[in-house]
């Protein structure tokens, strides 16, 4: 049963007062959907953001170039929305047909990609008690968004109207399985991964029909008896191995690969149950995503005891000199480069602090560096093919463990970990930059703050992250120099994306996490922000006039893009340019051209001149 209200009449649910209450005991979902025909306008040459790292092979660049190294000083906050009440806030962020998708532990929401309108939100009110209280946003395919629930169900909604399609119960919360990770789509499918490790589960990865919700294959990340890798478990241990998965995944279309991340083992910091390898946990595990099979697999830390697993999806990138390859950043602070063709590691690097990770915990204490919330998190590295670098966001936060003695039964839905953790005082953080057939760094910057967030690097010679104190920054690719920083008002830990509507780039982020058990740098009511170049017409301009435009065009413009329009000057031919750009979009890019067009406005051409040429140019055929 659920209780559907329209967007215009939200105040209705605060007058239900303690109805509302009464709503949540009977286990209801309260559901907002604005009317189905409100869209933001998305049209050719527009972008999306399809999937949690961008594409389905996760490197997360994006081509846009508006916004750009000559631009970047323009760009300004356009638009915030509260999306949730206090609480954690690490969604990726999803933008599909202009709409943008995120959502916290209870809630699923759409937005207008262009000014933060709420489109429909839905409330899911759990059916079990919640394990955890962490979700890292939606899937999208033919027009369904799917997530999974912090109490082990599946949920898919229409992604225009909000309307619940379809509910599996897919996970045991008794036992501490719950769904954190953003799922992802392809062939029909939607895979995900069980949450819960340290809970002493034992992870599986599963997929489900796109359009009814049914289960058709489950891979064990810990595997049973009869099962490969089943004899890196002594005895039982493989029960409540953990290998639990928390973040996304990476696919090949190609070949039909799903990269699967899957994280430690149980006990997390004692071994003594588990003597052995511990497959697959610490492990980047490749499946046959149609059928669910084993393909490969290689593991960056046998036998962990210090909680360093494999947790942020790993990408895939094609080398100049032809190799395929799989880059992946641990919690255990290094970027990894795998062979694909081999399975074998071409080079690993450290990325943050390193101490003492061979040293086993003791009663006493042993500091470890990185921490168990470092050195990566949930997010990727990102690929820049034009300066050919992986970059990374890291967390430089140590953790002294202490193991326990004597040691705690197994307790089915209790924390099975073995030690107790605490993390130093002082924390903070790094985006590095890496050769990406070396290895070597390119650059690196120090942040006062944990980097948790996604890294977004883009053809307009920008890359875009932020930290858990709150700022966002833009740097440039090649050196990493910083151009802008922005104070949000919250610590930002979920997506960091960029796309382009109606002819225009925007940059969207999450800001607000309050996550006090993990993460003292919490701050700030989860909130989307949108960012962009001022775009359209300044109040009282008039509308473009194509003759002074033409004039203007010669005076200024046909050195570069010869008469009429058609080239020939250095520059390219603006002929047919009005069906590859909105009006507002060419606006923009003539007030905000990339290098090595000259920027005329506003010390040249005024804001009536951009419109005036503007207007000529669409001429042009």
Request: charged fraction near 20%; proline fraction near 6%; aromatic fraction near 10%.
């Amino acid at each position: 049963m659920s209780l559907r209200v329209a967007a215009g009449a939200v105040s209705l649910l605060a007058m239900l007062g303690g109805a509302g209450v009464l709503l949540a005991q009977a286990r209801q979902e309260i559901h907002q959907a604005a009317p189905e025909e409100k869209s933001t306008t998305f049209g050719p040459g527009d972008t999306e953001w399809r999937f949690y790292n961008n594409s389905a092979d996760g490197r997360r660049y994006t081509e846009l170039d508006q916004i750009n190294t000559a631009t970047i000083g323009a760009m300004t906050e356009l638009c915030r929305v509260r999306v949730g009440g206090p609480g954690p806030f690490s969604s990726g962020i999803l933008m599909v047909e202009g709409r943008l998708y995120v959502t916290t532990r209870l809630s699923t929401v759409a937005l207008d990609a262009t000014n933060c309108d709420v489109l429909w939100k839905s409330n899911y009110v759990p059916e079990q008690a919640e394990v955890f209280n962490t979700h890292r946003g939606v899937a999208y395919a033919d027009g369904i968004v799917v997530r999974g629930t912090t109490d082990g169900r599946m949920i898919a909604y229409d992604a225009v109207s909000g309307q619940e399609k379809w509910r599996t119960k897919a996970a045991d919360p008794t036992v501490g399985e719950f769904f954190s990770s953003a799922p992802i789509a392809w062939d029909g499918k939607v895979f995900e991964g069980v949450a819960g490790g340290d809970w002493g589960i034992q992870g599986r990865v599963m997929a489900f029909d796109l359009k009814t919700g049914e289960k058709l294959w489950s891979f064990n990340t810990i595997p049973g008896p009869g099962e490969y890798g089943n004899d890196s478990w002594p005895g039982d241990s493989w029960k409540r191995g953990g290998g639990g998965t928390w973040t996304s995944y990476t696919l090949d279309p190609e070949t039909g690969e799903l990269f699967v991340p899957v994280a430690n083992p149980a006990m997390s910091f004692v071994g003594d149950a588990r003597k052995g390898d511990n497959l697959f946990s610490n492990s980047v595990l490749v499946l046959d995503a149609r059928t669910g099979k084993y393909r490969w697999h290689y593991q960056t830390r046998p036998h962990d005891t210090h909680d360093m697993g494999v947790t942020s999806p790993p990408i895939l990138v094609t080398l100049k000199d032809g190799r395929k390859v799989v880059a992946v950043t641990p919690k255990d602070g290094y970027l990894y480069l795998i062979d694909r063709k081999t399975h074998k590691l071409i080079y690993r690097v450290a990325a943050t602090t390193i101490a003492n990770h061979e040293v086993a915990p003791t009663v006493e204490g042993v500091r470890y560096c990185p921490g168990i919330y470092g050195g990566s998190e949930w997010s990727s590295p990102a690929f820049d093919p034009v300066n050919q670098t992986i970059t990374t966001g890291q967390t430089d936060w140590c953790v002294t463990i202490k193991r326990m003695d004597p040691l705690p039964p197994y307790n089915p839905g209790s924390l099975y970990m073995g030690g107790k953790h605490v993390m130093d005082k002082e924390s903070g953080g790094w985006i590095a930059a890496f050769d990406a057939k070396s290895g070597k760094p390119r650059w690196k910057y120090k942040t006062p703050a944990p980097v948790v967030s996604g890294v977004t690097p883009t053809s307009g010679g920008l890359t875009f992250v932020g930290d858990m104190g709150g700022t966002f920054y833009a740097f440039r690719s090649s050196d990493g120099e910083l151009l802008r920083k922005w104070d949000t008002g919250g610590a930002i830990a979920g997506g960091v994306i960029s796309y382009k509507a109606g002819g225009r780039q925007y940059v969207a982020i999450t800001s607000g996490n309050i996550s006090r058990s993990s993460w003292p740098q919490a701050s700030g009511i989860p909130s989307v922000v949108i960012y962009g170049l001022p775009g359209g017409n300044a109040a009282g301009v008039a509308a473009g006039d194509p003759g002074k435009g033409r004039s203007l065009y010669g005076a200024t413009c046909v050195g570069c893009h010869g008469a009429d329009g058609k080239g020939g000057g250095g520059g390219p031919a603006l002929t047919g340019v009005s069906a590859r750009y909105s009006h507002a979009g060419l606006i923009d890019v003539i007030k905000y051209p990339r290098a090595p067009m000259p920027a005329l406005y506003p010390s040249v051409i005024s804001e009536q001149g951009v419109a005036d040429i503007t207007a000529y140019v669409e001429t042009l055929k």
